[in-house]
């Protein structure tokens, strides 16, 4: 837990956030500002700023985030239609939120190749 870091607030529960779905080490919740009709995040509840940060003993977590990613498609019925993993990482890629998340997005056609 990073004191400074808002997802790490919200993987503990002090904002209240509802979650789509939370395990002992990740939670999915609603971004604050979707981008498209359906866009939630996936977070780990372990601090890790930036992907490029992830090392060999996270692996396993990281797939464990793709595995939720699905689960909670499936949930927001977007299963069949379609839907874009993204991690963006570090300043070029436009991170804001230095704890790793992957957004979840679909509901509707996304472009190709984003901006
Ligand atoms: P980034 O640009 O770092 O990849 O994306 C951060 C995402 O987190 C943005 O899409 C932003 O809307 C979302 N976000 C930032 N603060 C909050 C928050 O307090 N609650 C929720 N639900 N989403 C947030
Ligand atoms: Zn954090």
Redesign the pocket.
Known sequence: MNEDC??CK?ASGQ?G?EFLYESDEIVA???????API?F?VIPKKHIPKVSDIQPDDEVLIGKMVAVANIVAKLENISETGYRL???CGHD??????HI?L?VLGGRKLNWPPG
């Not at 890629?93 to 230095?98: C, H, K, T």
Request: net charge neutral; proline share 4%; no cysteine.
């Open positions: 808002i997802f919200i904002f956030t919740f609603r971004d604050i500002h979707p981008r866009h995040l993204i991690f963006n890629s436009g991170q804001d939120v230095f998340h957004h």
